[in-house]
């Protein structure tokens, strides 16, 4: 049989997951108090009071089923980012295969200059392949991989 006090023993470490996925989004315990209060249906006081382990914030079953729910939710969106950054991953290896001989040529001309103390210009490959590897470069205004190919 499920207690009251089971609920409270096993929601709190599920509330503190929360939290500080929430404290890790926002950057503000306050906020991240307030998102985990809405994502649970109880006030950001009572959560605090309940990650301070206060006597007076008391986990009914109705806040055990919330908190289990949203925990839940946390856990099927961090699977879903992992699982697509896996498939990011597989592409990248798969360009990188594909790339065969090229890419070890690449690598070769990425060597760093032998002279020391000075300041070589860097091959084009180099851009190509930070480009080809970032997915946000032309997001922040670097130039894509084509354009540097292109000259």
Not at 32 to 46: E, F, K, L
């Amino acid at each position: 049989m499920f207690t009251n006090a089971d609920a409270q023993s096993q929601a709190l470490p599920l509330v503190h997951a929360l939290f500080r996925e929430a404290h890790w989004r926002s950057g503000s315990r306050m906020a991240a108090y307030d998102t985990v209060a809405g994502q649970i249906d109880r006030s950001p006081n009572w959560v605090r009071k309940l990650i301070g382990r206060r006597a007076d914030a008391v986990v009914e079953m109705r806040d055990w089923l919330n908190i289990s729910a949203a925990y839940d939710r946390l856990c099927a969106k961090l699977e879903s980012v992992a699982e697509h950054e896996e498939a990011r991953a597989a592409a990248l290896e798969e360009i990188l295969h594909e790339a065969g001989t090229a890419g070890e040529a690449l690598v070769e001309r990425q060597a760093p200059p032998a002279g020391r103390g000075t300041r070589a210009r860097r091959s084009p490959g180099t851009r190509v392949a930070a480009a080809a590897l970032d997915p946000r470069a032309t997001a922040r205004g670097v130039r894509s991989a084509e354009a540097v190919s292109r000259g």
